[in-house]
């Protein structure tokens, strides 16, 4: 595939007219975070709907001056497929809100398919198979081969085609509107630091541990981060949730009890270990008092299983929800997602005017499905 790949500022003039053009733009981003601790935006591919490939190295000079005028004029559509943390990275990366979204997935969601992947639409639809070769690649070396350039710049190649054959089935649907406020809905995505977020509410094992074992696993997750830090490598690729769970739980004494951990990398236990047993000896030597358990969730936050006549409520308000997905050929889900239904069963809305002061809650999915949950819900309230 012919691409030009900019990895200078002086090396974007061709780009910077093409961008002039005003037509729609294919775009895609590849990041690290697979192989890196710092999950940073290492490529941004484009191609033009005059089929003309681009290749922008963000990691060697700054691209937002480039892109920031095209990607932020509502009047120009950017194609995406599966946008969601593109989108995040660009605000954080690039800070550029990006607007004029269209995205491939969300419109093959609305079409009732059941493969969104872009690769499977792509095969679906046009006829083309996709290389899968470099889909956990390392993007943030350098050099990068011409092999994994060429298959960054197949990601956009096909878009604008692709875009077309959806958006004709859309049309005959009528569903074009509902694709258009699903893209303005995530055009308002928006990058969030999570750094505040206590790291064992990321483990799915944390909340079968007893307070100490839990204080255990977050002295392991810090540890494991420093590593990661220092390595530059994603801390799963360290050691995983489920070993250091285990390491909390198990509580190995020795860097060979250590060590055995299933999963635990044998060098990294003899290396490393001895930072990781002293702070599980310091978690074992505080009081009962100065235990940090896994956090209680605040009232009122909507977190948490939901008091059991929420649930109850929900729970019809699902079947609703399914007949009606299942009427559409829509998965249930892109109809409505569960915790939406349990929002609406909070919020107990009597009218269509309420119903629609529910946060998150789509005109079109008001318009399909809003009767039929407001009549739920008044049945419910007469009971």
């Known amino acids: 595939m012919s691409f030009v790949f900019i990895d200078r500022a002086d090396r974007s003039s061709e780009l910077e007219r093409a961008l002039q053009t005003g037509g729609a733009i294919a775009l895609d981003c590849e990041a690290a975070g697979f192989h890196r601790y710092s999950d940073r935006l290492c490529l941004v591919q484009l191609t033009t709907a005059d089929g003309d490939n681009f290749i922008v190295d963000p990691l060697a000079f700054d691209i937002a001056p480039l892109l920031r005028r095209v990607l932020e004029d509502p009047a120009v559509p950017v194609l995406m497929h599966g946008s969601d943390y593109d989108l995040r990275l660009l605000d954080r990366d690039l800070d550029i809100r990006l607007q004029g979204l269209v995205d491939t997935q969300a419109a093959a969601a609305l079409l009732g398919e059941s493969a969104l992947g872009l690769a499977a639409l792509l095969e679906k639809f046009l006829g083309v198979q996709l290389e899968k070769k470099y889909q956990r690649a390392d993007w943030a ?3 990068l081969p011409t092999d994994m350039l060429d298959y ?3 990601d956009t ?4 085609e692709l875009v077309r054959r959806l958006e004709e089935r859309l049309a005959e649907a009528q569903r ?16 969030e630091d999570d750094s505040g977020i ?4 990321r483990v799915k094992k944390a909340r079968d541990l007893s307070p100490r074992e839990v204080d255990r696993l977050r002295e392991a997750l810090t540890w494991r981060d420093s590593i990661a830090q220092e390595l530059d490598r994603a801390a799963f690729r360290v050691a995983s949730d489920e070993t250091l769970a285990d390491v909390a739980s198990e509580r190995p004494r020795s860097l060979s009890a250590l060590a055995d951990i299933k999963g635990m990398n044998a060098r990294l236990a003899h290396d490393r270990g001895s930072e990781l047993l002293e702070r599980l000896d310091a978690v074992d ?19 948490g299983r939901p008091a059991p006549e929420i649930e109850e409520l929900a729970d019809r308000l699902k079947q609703v929800r399914n007949q009606k997905a299942d009427e559409l050929g829509l998965a249930r889900g892109t109809l409505l997602s569960n915790a939406m239904l349990v929002e609406i069963a909070r919020q107990a809305p ?4 309420q119903l629609a ?3 998150g809650l789509k005109r079109w999915q008001r318009e399909v499905i809003g009767s039929a949950l407001l009549e739920t819900l008044a049945k419910n309230q007469r009971s």
Do not use: F, N
């Not at 074009?176 to 990058?191: F, M, P, T």
């Not at 206590?198 to 509410?201: A, G, L, R």
């Open 350 to 353: 009597r009218s269509a005017v």
């Open 357 to 359: 002061e529910v946060p």
């Open 198 to 201: 206590d790291p064992v509410t």
């Open 152 to 154: 960054a710049a197949s």
């Open 285 to 303: 030597a505080r009081p009962d008092t100065e235990v940090i358990g896994y956090p209680r969730r605040e009232r009122g936050s909507g977190l």
């Open 176 to 191: 074009g509107d509902w694709a258009q406020e699903e893209y303005r809905a995530l055009e308002a995505i928006r990058w």
């Open 157 to 160: 190649r096909y878009l604008h």
């Open 141 to 143: 070396i350098r050099p």
